[in-house]
């Protein structure tokens, strides 16, 4: 009995036709978004493709990306990470705190912040595979405790990061910003790790049918051990990203974001199933550009905040609605 | 004196259970030891002594400007010239926010939104919204840069010191920067307008309560979350003033601003300590909470602080409560609109710009008080005048 | 591996005195299989004897409560499926085990994707995923990178097979491997397998169609209710004798007595002309009082019938009566509002509630009604009648197969249906609660129900139905009076016999399947 | 041994000792835990169990006891609800404009807020059943989309205020001679909790979502129509949600903030209470004890002067615990 899968109804998946890995449709989907944005930007008087323009929508996105792809990652081995909104704070407070605005530290917290992610990440990963706990409470329960302990320990603006390292969050190579370039490593390293690595491999088989993953030799435990460890890394960088934005780290910078939520929603909209087994690091991509693309749009208009919260919550339900309709076949009717 | 001792030996109790360190609950260095003669613990790493000194002198500071108009008031300005700033025709005023995620805000955007309505010479007031994330602020302010559509760029920063860059790339951009509510920490902004500030607020609470509260009586302070600079002055300028008196601090408790939180907390300090004699809050939005937990237990309500909120006033005037309420007045989301038409016509304002910070007293409570405001209004909102009042601000005719 | 010069009776594989019980219920009882290098050994035994069983312990799926295996001699144990595929044991499982969502070369090579430097080498997985389809004669029609979802099942058994093979197994298990196969897949698969042993490879092959077996095998172990019969070689029986080995009792023993022509009354539930999916121009009469068995081969069509007529499935054409009046069933709760029951053929995942009681899973369709048969159920009778006893606090999962298909039968005795569906009623239940549930289905059908029943068992539909209708790729080859002939039901099951050949030794020889 | 309330067995009589025991072991864990926790808050604080404090503590756990109640309905069909926050918010902000202060007005603002309720649940189960999106999105959208709409609709902060008689529910009691107050909000606990709990465990309903979450095939083969069923569970959870937003608005009055983050409290809770995530199995008993132990726990906390902070990471370590234990029996039982 896995209690580690979301849907109660992931046995039945196994006689399904695929859909395929393919990102594609989210990609199309991102073009007429991108489209539609750009000519009412133009209409209104605004002006949307200016290198400047680009690059703000490209930087707005590279907090979210990163540990939208991470959270893709556990979503595909049929897991799900709450935790990484706390992770960013530890991050970015711990990050702060060593590195004491002294360029020396630097590597000395970054090496922290990453021990932190690969600790948090295997506690998740063994809490979910060992103690048999769904993934929902499980880390919703490290994401407490991580929130108690960084609460009790800090309370603000912690240290700061030398100006050095705030060039990962203001610099750029010629057009292109040092942030996105991170992004699109971090994309491209997924996308190699997930289409070109054993462990891809598994992952995807792990997330589509533990048992069938199981009776093929892979080590099913180990696998989703491994997708935390590595969505809590890809947190770990959103934190890096944010102190070098931010110069300094504080404990409510994770979840203010609302990176927990956020990123599990720009993996579905960018096609991801919660259940498991389906998913590409590119759709993800895809997703969180179509969300920024649309703030633009949102900040363009100068629509309101609430108004906002409203349209997102429709537009993440009407995407996994279109999902599931597009994978509609001819089934048991209930 | 026994209440550290106890807190230190159930930290410890916990800390075996979590596996972290019974030191590790230690707060940040910094901070001046206060007297230990009250349970108020350290002194907050935000406390500046002499920024302590001066708002509690500002406080007593008629300051310049019509006294009918607050917004326009001054406390000591020292001005600055912005000639080089002056622009003809008309002006688009950017604005970034960093949320209105909070009635205050609401209030204040309400009122900033309405006063750009009051000058022709505005054509645009565009304002985007960072949803109350840092970092979407950054890129908020970035962006407006990039539209380069902006006359003038206001900011209200949704933390301090996380905005500062962002500030400071506005100013190089060139663009006359005016900042309110929160600074920034960096002067390149022309003026950073603000009221004059949570020492002053924390320590008129503090002082009512002294004066009110019988001797060694026993104080419980509220407070809302830590970290938050706004927050934290007011603390320590209580916490300089309590450690002082002759009261005892029995809890000093943050309550996330939930009302229910706030009802349980004081209700676990009515079951543990029989009463109390008064509350520090160091925002209003809960007191009435507060105070109606006092009345579920079937306790009066004891000496109590809020803020210009109509709930609080409403209540403190129904049950004439002994009472004070230091304001953080929203009529200061008016000030960057004409801040920013006086900087592009070329005239001279404040580099810092201190607005007078009223304190709601009984003798001046029933001015405040307007019924047909909703419960979350913030009374000195300075826009009872203005057109659209009060249904632009939720309230009936 | 196997260089030929090794005495005949060398045993590359054994299994020794082994025992299993599910459960309490013992499916397995001091079972010894033991094969020679480079054979192909059959494992027979009618449904529930404890075949797949035997197999999931060779493999490592199941630990055995007692008893060696041995490898090469040498005493092995297998906690996991790998340590097993190491060994050089592979098994193509029954069920399938594929990824819908993966691509066929990533299905065949899971767990062993071919390395270049860190990442996986596309490029040769596809190459070797190529040469093993190509030597199932398959790599014209599967490529390597379809998305084995997208693939008709028997492609999809065939890219199972090939995983196997994959493994380069010394031993490969091949639990019913031809059940969606096409007779042209068949031969191909039995050319490879024949080529395989050749190469040395040891086949252990796991079916009930005799016809394969003696084309096919070297030797036969016969289990019967968990316990091995005997091993014989091929060459030595013939069919009757197979046969008696694997049935071994005279059927008319075991049968209650079939209904007198004037119990049978009027027809309850009528399709014509139905279809859907792969079923086409199905016509059928069920008729009160009366037992019909519905036979056909694996992949037949003949659990899909019962979920149409259940409306579990949506009719596409045709039209449905019951009780002489037309219905559309557009789902279970209609038809069972018809007075319709179906037992489904896998209790755990699509009969039972596993962590309900007794009471409320057999209460669950008539609590499910509402509005419907909303008399008193008094469960005590109901139970009764099925003929359970104990607690009706106990969760189902604790119960015996045999008991818990009691407890679904129970579900339909309190909506009060007339019509019911048996779908494999006895798959995996002991002889004893056999029994028992074959005479509460002649009892409810002498007190008026309509049943239908399916069964891969021959013997049972034939000891049981009252009329035999066999079911063809998708639609009804023909109907038998209630004495028909295990032969006379393989012949319409498996077609005309003058076409490929399948199903003649079979028949020929008035064999059993 | 189940998580659920048996029913009465009708086993064999057995010797008294033995079947003492049975019943002990019969009772719900977590009955055990809130035993043990409420004896410790007694000891440090022996005035806790007094009538009138206990009655007091009891009110303030209606509004997430009666939210927990509705949830259970959910998990137990194998889905989540994670837009009862927003719900709550929903009610005290709509109930503050409409209500406006006058006393009038109740009478018919609790029905509406109650069809309110009812129509988001109805969502809510549409959106998961028919468009089949999983639940975790679906309830996601709607508390964006809830929140969104409730601030876009009374203009970012809550107008009106509530009229006493609105209020007197989650505030004010009947006056009992000798026994003080006892609160109305504790006796709308007990009439949800019976009426819930008959629901539940002896209706035909009650078994129906049972049985759709433990097993939606063989519930559907059954006749059960599952997708009706969950979204009747949806709708449950819909209206518990309003009857906490009513007690939560009675308590605390008019707040921008009243129930932001109950839906995680709720589904806490009821992990507490032994219920799976997955489905088929929990109880309204059990809920209900695990949001007093929720609640509780944190009294304890509080009376031991645990920092705030770190209470939060307890509650996360208790999470845990309470699943890795259900989890733990379940394998042990099979």
Request: net charge neutral; glycine share 10%; charged share 20%.
């Amino acid at each position: 009995m896995t209690t580690s899968t979301m849907s109660p109804s992931a046995p039945l998946r196994l006689a399904a036709p695929g859909t395929g890995s393919s990102s594609a449709p989210v990609w199309f989907v991102f073009g007429g978004v991108f489209a539609v944005a750009w000519l009412l930007v133009e209409l209104n008087g605004g002006q949307f493709m200016t290198v400047d323009n680009l690059q703000n929508m490209a930087v707005r996105s590279v907090a979210l990306g990163l540990v939208a792809v991470g959270q893709t990652i556990v979503l595909i081995g049929g897991s799900l990470d709450l935790s990484v909104a706390y992770m960013v704070s530890v991050t970015a407070v711990s990050a702060s705190f060593v590195m004491q605005g002294d360029p020396d530290r630097m590597a000395l917290g970054i090496a922290v912040t990453l021990a932190l992610g690969v600790g948090v990440g295997l506690v998740n990963g063994l809490v979910i595979t060992r103690l048999r706990i769904n993934a929902f409470i499980a880390t919703l329960g490290t994401s407490l405790v991580m929130s108690g302990i960084l609460n009790a320990l800090f309370t603000n603006f912690t240290g700061s990061v030398p100006r050095e390292f705030q060039a990962l969050g203001y610099n750029a190579l010629g057009p292109v910003p040092v942030a996105v370039l991170l992004l699109l490593a971090v994309v491209a390293l997924a996308w190699y790790t997930l289409r070109r690595t054993r462990f891809g491999y598994h992952l995807y088989a792990v997330g589509g049918s533990a048992e069938v993953a199981r009776l093929s030799g892979v080590r099913t435990d180990r696998v989703v051990v491994t997708a935390h460890v590595l969505c809590s890394l890809t947190a770990v960088l959103t934190g890096l990203f944010l102190v070098s934005r931010l110069r300094s780290g504080a404990p409510w910078v994770g979840p203010d974001g609302g990176y927990d939520l956020e990123s599990i929603a720009a993996a579905v909209v960018g096609g991801t199933a919660l259940a498991g087994g389906r998913g590409t690091v590119a759709g993800t991509l895809a997703g969180v550009l179509i969300l920024a693309v649309v703030d633009q749009v949102f900040n363009e208009f100068e629509v309101n905040a609430f108004l906002k919260t409203l349209i997102r919550g429709v537009i993440i339900v009407g995407a996994v609605a279109l999902y599931a309709l597009r994978n509609r076949r001819d089934e048991e009717v209930f | 004196m026994r209440h550290p001792l106890r807190t230190m030996l159930a930290v410890c109790g916990a800390a075996a259970l979590l596996a972290t360190g019974c030191t590790s609950t230690a707060p940040e260095e910094g901070g001046d030891d206060g007297p230990a003669g009250s349970g108020t613990g350290q002194q907050s790493s935000f406390f500046v002594q002499a920024d302590y000194d001066e708002q509690i002198a500002q406080r007593a500071v008629t300051p310049t400007g019509p006294a009918d108009q607050p917004w326009l008031q001054a406390i000591s300005p020292q001005l600055v010239d912005t000639a080089k700033y002056k622009k003809a025709g008309k002006h688009t005023i950017c604005f970034s926010n960093a949320g209105v995620n909070n009635p205050w805000r609401v209030v204040g955007w309400t009122t900033m939104q309405a006063e750009a309505k009051l000058h022709p010479e505005i054509a645009a007031l565009t304002a985007v919204d960072a949803e109350g994330k840092d970092d979407k602020q950054i890129s908020d302010i970035d962006g407006l840069l990039a539209s380069k559509k902006c006359s003038a760029l206001i900011v209200s920063p949704n933390t301090t010191a996380a905005l500062t860059p962002a500030v400071e790339k506005a100013c190089q951009a060139g663009l006359p920067v005016i900042v309110f509510d929160r600074g920034v920490n960096t002067d390149c902004p022309v003026t950073f307008i603000h009221p004059i500030g949570g020492y002053a607020f924390g320590a008129t609470a503090a002082e009512f309560l002294t004066d009110k509260v019988k001797k060694d009586g026993k104080i419980l302070a509220l407070r809302i979350l830590p970290g938050v600079d706004v927050l934290e002055t007011r603390w320590a300028a209580a916490k300089v003033i309590f450690d002082k008196a002759d009261v005892d601090v029995v809890g000093v408790e943050f309550t996330d601003g939930d009302a229910a939180k706030v009802k349980t907390i004081v209700n676990d300090y009515l079951e543990r300590h029989g009463s109390i004699d008064g509350v520090w809050m160091d925002a209003g939005a809960t007191s009435v909470a507060a105070a109606e937990a006092f009345e579920d237990a079937g306790q009066k309500v004891p000496v109590i602080t809020g803020e210009d909120q109509q709930d609080f006033l409403r209540l403190w005037q129904e049950k004439k409560l002994t009472a004070v309420a230091p304001t953080y007045p929203t009529y200061q989301w008016r000030t960057p609109i004409v801040a920013a038409l006086d900087i592009l016509a070329g005239k001279q304002v404040p580099k810092e710009w201190v607005l007078p910070q009223p304190t709601i007293t009984e003798e001046n409570l029933g001015q405040y008080v307007l019924p047909q405001l909703p419960p979350l209004h913030y009374a000195l909102c300075g826009c009872e005048k203005m057109p659209g009042f009060p249904q632009n601000w939720g309230g009936d005719q | 591996m196997a260089d030929g010069i090794e005495p005949q009776d060398k045993i590359l594989l054994g299994m020794y005195g082994i025992d299993k019980s599910f459960l309490g219920v013992p499916v397995l009882q001091d079972v010894q299989l033991e094969c020679r290098p480079g054979e192909i050994h059959a494992v027979m035994g009618e449904n529930g004897a404890g075949k797949s069983t035997l197999m999931k312990i060779l493999v490592g799926v199941y630990q055995p409560d007692a008893g060696r295996i041995e490898l090469d001699g040498a005493p092995v144990r297998f906690h996991h499926p790998r340590q097993a595929l190491a060994a050089g044991v592979s098994i193509v499982h029954q069920e399938l085990n594929l990824l819908p969502e993966r691509t066929v070369a990533e299905n065949i090579f899971l767990g062993r994707e071919p390395r270049r430097r860190v990442g996986v080498d596309r490029t040769a997985m596809e190459r070797d995923a190529s040469r093993l389809l190509a030597a199932l004669h398959a790599d014209d029609v599967i490529s390597p990178r379809a998305l084995v979802g997208r693939l008709p099942v028997a492609q999809q058994q065939l890219v199972e097979i090939a995983k196997a093979l994959s493994f380069r197994p010394r031993v490969l298990v091949l639990d019913e491997p031809t059940a969606a196969l096409s007779p042209h897949e068949v031969d191909a698969l039995f050319d490879r397998i024949r080529r395989l042993r050749a190469d040395g490879l040891t086949v252990l092959y796991i079916s009930h169609r005799l016809k394969e077996i003696f084309d096919l095998t070297d030797r036969i172990t016969v289990l019967k209710d968990g316990r091995r019969v005997d091993t014989v070689r091929t060459a030595e029986v013939d069919t009757r004798r197979l046969v008696h080995l694997m049935v071994g009792r005279d059927l008319d023993h075991y049968y209650p007595p079939r209904a007198t022509p004037e119990r049978i009354g009027e027809v309850r539930l009528s399709v014509r002309g139905a279809g859907a999916g792969m079923l086409h121009d199905i016509d059928l009469d069920l008729r009160s009082g009366e037992i019909v068995g519905l036979a056909g081969l694996a992949g037949s069509g003949r659990t899909e019938l019962a979920r149409l007529l259940f409306g579990a499935t949506r009719m596409a054409t045709g039209r449905l009566e019951v009780d002489g009046r037309a219905r559309r069933l557009r789902s279970p709760r209609q038809a069972i509002r018809c007075g319709i029951g179906l037992l489904t053929e896998d209790r755990k995942s699509e009969g039972l509630v596993l962590q309900l009681s007794v009471r409320d899973n057999s209460l669950l369709a008539v609590r499910a009604l509402g509005r419907g048969p909303t008399r008193r159920v008094g469960l005590g009778a109901l139970l009764d009648r099925v003929d359970l006893r104990g607690s009706t606090a106990r969760e189902v999962r604790y119960l015996s197969g045999g008991n818990q298909q009691k407890v679904v039968l129970a579900r339909w005795l309190a909506t009060g249906a007339r019509v019911l569906i048996f779908d494999e009623p006895t798959r995996g239940i002991d002889v004893g609660a056999k029994a028992s549930i074959h005479e509460l289905m002649r009892e409810l059908a002498e007190a008026g129900a309509a049943i239908l029943m399916i069964s891969s068992e021959l013997p049972e539909v034939i000891g049981m139905a009252d009329r035999i209708v066999v079911l063809r790729q998708g639609t009804v080859a023909g109907v038998l009076p209630a004495d028909a002939s295990e032969a006379e039901i393989m012949l319409l099951a498996t077609g005309e016999p003058d076409r490929s050949g399948v199903g003649v030794g079979a028949v020929a020889d008035g064999g059993a399947a | 041994m189940t998580v659920t309330a048996p029913p009465p067995a009708t086993a064999a009589p057995e010797r008294s000792a033995s079947r003492a025991w049975r019943l002990l072991r019969a009772v719900p864990p977590i009955w055990l835990v809130l035993a043990a926790v409420i004896v410790l808050i007694a000891w440090r604080n022996p005035t806790f169990v007094e009538p009138a404090p206990f009655l007091a503590f009891l009110r303030r756990c209606a509004p997430l006891a009666v939210l927990a109640a509705g949830q259970v309905f959910v998990i137990i069909a194998g889905e989540f609800d994670l837009s009862v926050g927003a719900l709550v918010t929903a009610v005290v902000v709509v109930a503050a404009r409409l209500s406006d202060g006058d006393a009038g007005n109740t009478w018919w603002l609790i029905p509406l807020l109650l069809a309110g309720g009812a129509l988001v649940g109805l969502v809510n189960g549409l959106v998961t059943t028919r468009l089949r999106v999983p639940s975790f999105i679906a309830t996601l959208g709607m508390l964006l989309v809830l929140s969104g709409a409730v601030f876009l609709w009374s203009g970012g902060a809550p107008r009106g205020s509530l009229a006493d008689n609105f209020r007197q529910f989650g505030r004010f009691g009947v006056e009992i001679p000798g026994l003080g107050q006892l609160p109305y909000a504790v006796l709308i606990l007990v009439a949800i909790g019976v009426g819930l709990w008959l629901l539940l465990s002896h209706t035909r309903f009650g078994h129906q979502v049972y049985a759709a979450g433990g097993n939606p095939r063989a519930a559907g083969l059954s006749g059960v129509d599952v997708r009706r069923v969950r979204t009747a569970a949806f709708v449950i959870s819909g209206l518990s949600a309003v009857v906490a937003g009513v007690l939560l608005g009675g308590f605390t009055g008019v707040t921008a903030e009243a129930g932001v983050g109950y839906e995680f409290q709720a589904i806490a809770a009821v992990v507490l209470g032994g219920a799976v995530l997955g489905g088929g199995r929990g109880s309204v008993g059990a809920a209900l004890a695990g949001a007093l132990t929720l609640q509780s726990v944190f009294t304890l906390l509080n009376l031991l002067g645990l920092a705030k902070s770190l209470r939060d990471a307890v509650q996360g370590l208790i999470i845990i615990g309470a699943a890795a234990y259900a989890a733990h029996r379940l394998r042990r039982s099979g």
